[in-house]
């Protein structure tokens, strides 16, 4: 009776274990899939690019989260400007009309 308490006892932690091992790979891998993205990010126009998208500065800076702006909303003061939001902030970043177009075409033009 002791002997199976003992078994049980040991597959319950060998269960833990794998579990947290699971854990510990899948944060491993967002790690490694952050550190290429970031690897890639440029800094230009108050916002980070990458693949010719905008990239909220704050989410990376501080959570090294990259998260792409959402947009582009056309922003009528007729200085051709476009809103580009952050999904998690909500804070807004006015890039020139046609930014991320043309990134775009360089970007597919590059590759």
């Known amino acids: 009776m002791e002997l199976q308490q ?11 274990l794998a579990e947290e091992n699971r854990t510990l790979k899948e944060k491993m ?3 490694l899939r952050c ?3 970031g690897n890639e990010l ?8 990458h693949s010719g998208y905008p990239y ?9 989260k990259p998260v792409r702006l959402a947009g582009p909303v056309e922003f ?6 476009e809103a ?3 999904p998690l902030h909500k804070v807004q970043y006015m890039l020139p ?9 360089n970007n597919q033009s590059s590759s």
């Not at 003992?6 to 319950?12: E, K, V």
């Not at 009528?76 to 400007?81: H, N």
């Not at 009309?97 to 075409?105: A, D, G, L, M, S």
Request: glycine share 4%; proline share 6%.
């Open 56 to 64: 909220c500065p704050p989410c990376w800076d501080v959570d090294r």
């Open 29 to 31: 891998a967002d790690l």
């Open 84 to 86: 580009w939001t952050c």
């Open 6 to 16: 003992h078994i049980l006892s040991m597959q319950a932690i060998v269960h833990d």
């Open 97 to 105: 009309w046609n930014i991320v177009e043309n990134r775009q075409k």
């Open 42 to 49: 440029t800094f230009e126009e108050g916002v980070y690019w």
């Open 76 to 81: 009528p003061t007729g200085d051709y400007l």
């Open 35 to 37: 550190a290429d993205i």
